[in-house]
C-alpha cells in the first residue's frame, strides 16, 4: 500500500469515506474504499477506465446508493442525512446533463431556489460573467457547445458555495484556455475553502492541481499520497518520476 | 468486398436482435414481448387463421377471373399514374440516405463507388421485403402458397418503385451538379415529356372513364360490381398500360409457372433500373452527409426549444421567489417542459375564449349544431386528459429519470420530490379539463342565448328535466354538475400522474422517456400491457369513490332529506377524497421508492 500523507485539511476532513463497497450482482465495482478529503484540499482521483471512479463518484453524491460502507460530507452521513449531506456538496458529472427546456439562466436560478441561495440571482450573473457564458443566458443546452455546457454545470455547482466539490473529467470538451481558467476556478475554490475531488485521464492536470493522488484499480485503492511520497514509497521509480511513470508502473504490474 | 458490406448489415441487424433478446432475460421485458408478440400475432395470424376455417376457398380465390384481370387492369393504371409522378417535381431527396456513423466508416474504407452506393441500396432491403410480405397476409387471396407468391410479386413492384425512387434521388442530385443551362435543358425535355404522356394517359382514359362513371349508377353494388367489370378498356389505353400491366403481373399470376413467366421481365427491369443506379454520376456523399446531420437533429427532442424565440425565452409561468417550497421550483421547471407561457395569461386568454364561445357563435346567429360540435370539442378533453395526466405531458419522473445524475444530488427530500413530479401533469391536466368542461358549459349556455336571441328552441340541454326532480332551473343544475366534476377531475388527474410515477419507479426501463426512446414489439408490448394496468387500476381505485357517494344517497334517502341538485357538489367532493387520498398514499410509497432507487447502468445511460 502506498504512502499516506496528511492533506492541507488534516483536522477538518469535509470528505470522509469509509469502507465503500458497490457491487453490481458479481461485479464489485468498488471494493472497500476508504478516504478523506479536507478543507481546502484537492484530491485526484486516478485509474484506468473501469477502475470504478465513475460509480465512487456516484457513491459519493448519492446518485447511486451504496452497497456497503459510509460516505459523510461535512460531517453528515449521506444516507442517514441526506439533504444536510447534499447541501454541502456539488457534483459535476463528465456528460453534461442539462434540461433541454431550460435556459442557462433557468438552470441557475432553479438551482438557487433548490439550494437557498439568497443572492441566487446576482451569484448567478456572477458565475455567468466569470465563466464566459454572459451572452449565452438565455440559450437552451442544444446551442451550448460541449465546454459551454460543462461550464454551465460548473456554475450550477458553484453556485451554492458548496464545501465538497465533485469534478468528473471537468476539463473535456474546453479549449486551452478555457482549461487554464477551470484550473484556476478549481484551485481558487479549493483556496476559499472547498474540499475537492478531481477524476481524470489527464495525469498531467492532476499533477499540477491536485495535492493528493488516489490511485484506484479494478475498485481498490492502490496508491494514496502526495506525488513525492508515492515517489518515495515506490521502489524502482526513479526521483522525478512523473504520475504518468507511476501510473503507467502500478497498472501494468496490477496487469502482469 | 460487397460480402464485407452484407455482413455488415447481417452484423448491426445481429446485434439489434441480441440487444433485445438479453433484455427479455428481465422478466418486466419478457412479459411486454410476449403481450407485444400475442397482439402482433393476432393481426398477422388472423388471415391465416380465416384461410384454415375456411378450407373450401383453398383451391382459389372467391372471385372471378373477369373480376382478377379487371383488377390487375385498374392496379396497373394506378401504377401508371402514380410511378412517373414524382420525376416531374424537381424537389424531394436528394442523393441517397446515410446515418453519419455509416458515411465516416464508409467514405474513408477502401471501397469504389459502386460499392458503397450497393451498401445504400442494401441497408433499405430488410424494409422494403418485409412490408412486401406483410401486405398479402391482409390483402391476399387464397391459400399460403398463392400468397407467397403474391408475397414475391409485390416485393418486385416494391423492389422497382423503390430503386425508381433512388434513380430520381441521384438524378436530382445530378441537376444540382452539372452546368444550369444543361440541367434546365435536361429538366425541361423531362417536363414535356412526362406532360405529353400523362396527356395522351388522360384522353385515352376519357371514354373509359364515362363507362365507369355510367356503370357506378348501377341500383345496388353488385349491378355495379358487374358494370364495372364488364367495362371496356380501349386498346389504346391498353397499350399505354402495358408495362406496368407487366409489371405487377407477377402479383397476379395464377400458379407457378404463370409467376415465372410473369416474373422474367420484371426481374430483368429491376437488373437494368439498379445497374443505371450504381452507374449514378451524381456526387451522393456531400449531400448524404448533410441529410444525415440533418436527420440526426431531426431526432433530436431539443429541436421544439431551439425554435423558441429569443422573446418568448423570457417568459416563465410564474414568478419563482427565491424561498419557498422546493415543489414549487420543481412544477415551474416541469411546466416549461410543455410551454414557457405564462399562467396568468393562459387564464385571461382561456376565460375570454369561453367568453367568446358563449357568445359569438348566439350573436352572430350559427345553426344550433355549432354548439353541438363545440362541447364535443370541450367534452373530449375533459374526460380524457384527467385519466391520461402525465401519459399527454411527459413532465415528470419519466423524463427527468434521464437527468438523474443532476436530480439525484439535489437536496430535496425524496417525498417532495414525487410529489411535484406527480403534480406536473396533474395539474396542467386538471386545467385542461376544466377548461374542456368550460367550453361544454358555455356552449350549452350559449345555446339558450341563442334561442332567447332568435327563438328557435334549442336542442342542446343536459338536464332538460331538472326542475321536476332537483328542485332548481336547468341552468342551475347544469353549473352544479359541473362544480361537482371539477373536484373528481382534479383527483383523477392527482391519482393516475401518481400511478404513472410509481409505474415510473417500479419499472423505469419501460417508463422512462428518452431521446432513444425504444421502439419495436417489447416496447409496444410494455405500453399495451402499462396502459390496461392503468385503466384497470383506475376503476379499482373509483371503487370507493363509488361507495362512499352510495353511502351519502342512501343516508340522504334514510333521513329523508329531499333531492336537490344543491348536494351534486358534495358527492364530487366525497368521489374525489378517496382518490385523492389514495394518490397521496401513493406519493409517500413513491418517495420510499426514489429513496431506495439504485438506478441501473440503463437508466443511467438514459438521454446520453
Redesign the interface.
Known sequence: MGARAEGKGSGGEVIDVEGLVKT?GSVRAVQGLSMTVGKGEIVGLVGPNGAGKTTTL?CL?????PTSGHVRIGGFDLMAQ???A??R???V?D?P???????SW?HL??T???????D??ARAKLLLDELELGDRR?A????LSRGMKQKLMVAMALLHRPEALLLDEPLTGLDPAAMRRMKTRIQSSAASGVAVILSSHMLHLVEEVCDRVILVVRGKKVLDGTLEAIRQASPGLSGDADLEAIFMKVVEGDAG | MIGVLVRLQWMMLKGRVVRSIRLLRQPKYLVGFIVGVGWMGLWVGRPLLKWKLNLHSVSGSPLGMESIAAIHRCAALFVTLALPFPWLLPWGRLGLPFRESELTMLLQAPLTRRQVIQYGLLKSEVGVLLSALILPLFVGLGGPGARLLMGCGTWMLFEFWHLNGKWRALFNLRQTEIPAALARTRRLMLTIGLVGFYAVLLWALKPFLTEVGAALRGPDYRRVAASLTAVTWPPFLKALLTPCWWLIAPMFAGGGTAFVVAAVPVLLAIAVQREIVLRSKARFEESALERATEVEASKSPTQRFAKVSSRARLKRPFELDQRGPPEAALVWKNTMRVSRARWAGIASGGLALLLAIALLPAILRLHDVTFGVLALLGGVPMIILPLLAGMTWNNDLRAELAHIELVRTWPVSARRFVLAQVLSPAILSFVASSFGAGVVLTSLFGSRLREALTGQRSTLVLLPRAGEFLGVRTGLATVLVFASFLPMAAAVSFFSSALQNIATLFIPAWMAHSADRRRGVAALGQRMLFSAALGLALLLASVPSALLVGAAVGLQWWIGIPWSAWTFPLWGILAAAPLLAGGWLLVQVGGRLWERLDPSQEILELGR
Request: proline share 10%; no cysteine.
Open positions: 453490481y456516484r453524491t448519492g446518485i447511486i446508493p441526506p439533504l444536510e447534499k447541501r456538496l456539488a457534483f458529472p456528460e446533463r442539462l434540461f433541454d427546456y431550460l435556459t433557468d436560478i432553479i438557487a431556489r433548490l439550494y437557498g441561495v439568497e441566487g440571482a438565455d437552451y443546452p442544444s446551442e
